[in-house]
């Protein structure tokens, strides 16, 4: 599944990217992802830098083929509702992040416009440098909480159900696997987590896709079968040996840590003079709105 990764402002060789990328969806290729609109810099800082406007058709014709069927955009912030009207137009899937967007401070996706425009929504940790655990229940729970303090509006709000689906039946869509995932139905893939209905985070069980949402952490976890071969067994890891991953893990990092001593140290330089200017390039008008706080906190 081929990505562009993620910028910050939109200069003429990632433009280049963006084309090379499109060539390879042109290709017929199953899926493509990119990091989509995940900080306001890319739509303001960077298209002022070349002269262009936001809503600068050239810049969109340039986006416009990046999305259609087997297109996912991750994280998808800050669009307006024309940019959401065009991915719904297009077919293409929004894979939420909400851990990676509160851990980066990235904004709130605002994601019940998206599923009333029929956009098919998937759910997603992110990486490890940027979503800490990779646990997707905890994606999950962070869905439908985030939704509660975005508007007053309980029916707005993302419940149980609509989250469970986006994680499973969506997710798999954003993949390009939609009806091989997914589904504990004939015809696909026997990916099953099974979990352990006597831990306490269902004890009482009354709500099993609620308390899935809401209470399950990975505790409950007892095993985990991928494609039909069990790679958790009550758990066991049965293809990793766990003891050699452990210490091959803690040398790397000894090592790593050793070597980029130096690049820590720049980066504490910098700390301060980053955060300012984040700060104050957050603090400057713009037409979406999608951070927690007041405009100039």
């Not at 890319?42 to 083929?65: F, H, K």
């Not at 009806?179 to 099974?194: E, L, R, S």
Request: charged share 20%.
């Amino acid at each position: 599944m081929p990505g562009m990764t993620g910028n910050r402002t939109l200069e003429d060789k990632y433009l280049n990217g963006l084309l090379a990328a499109v060539e390879v969806i042109r290709k017929g290729c199953t899926a493509c992802y990119d990091l989509f609109f995940e900080f306001p810099m890319p739509t303001r800082d960077g298209i002022e830098a070349l002269g262009r406007t936001y809503q600068d058709a050239g810049m969109r014709a340039v986006i416009a083929p990046m999305v259609g069927p087997q297109r996912s955009a991750a994280h998808v912030i800050w669009l307006d509702q024309e940019d959401l009207a065009r991915l719904a137009d297009n077919g293409s899937s929004v894979v939420h992040a909400p851990a990676s967007n509160m851990r980066l401070g990235s904004g709130l996706a605002h994601v019940r416009p998206m599923l009333e425009r029929g956009i098919n929504v998937g759910i997603a940790t992110d990486a490890a440098n940027s979503s800490d655990q990779l646990n997707m229940f905890e994606a999950l729970r962070l869905a439908a909480l985030i939704s509660r303090i975005q508007t007053a509006d309980v029916q707005r709000w993302l419940g149980a159900e609509e989250v469970f689906h986006m994680a499973t039946v969506g997710s798999a869509q954003a993949m390009g696997l939609d009806g091989k995932i997914g589904k504990i139905a004939p015809g696909y893939k026997a990916d099953v987590v099974f979990l352990d209905l006597g831990h306490i985070n269902y004890v009482p069980c009354h709500d099993m896709v609620g308390q899935i949402v809401f209470t399950e952490n990975g505790g409950a976890v007892d095993s985990v079968m991928i494609a039909g071969r069990m790679v958790l067994d009550r758990g066991r890891l049965t293809t990793i040996d766990e003891a050699k991953l452990h210490r091959d893990a803690h040398d790397a990092a000894e090592r790593l840590f050793a070597k980029n001593t130096p690049m820590r140290s720049f980066a504490r330089e910098l700390h301060g003079v980053v955060g300012q200017f984040c700060h104050n390039l957050a603090c400057e008008p713009y037409h979406v709105r999608r951070w927690a706080c007041a405009q100039d906190s």
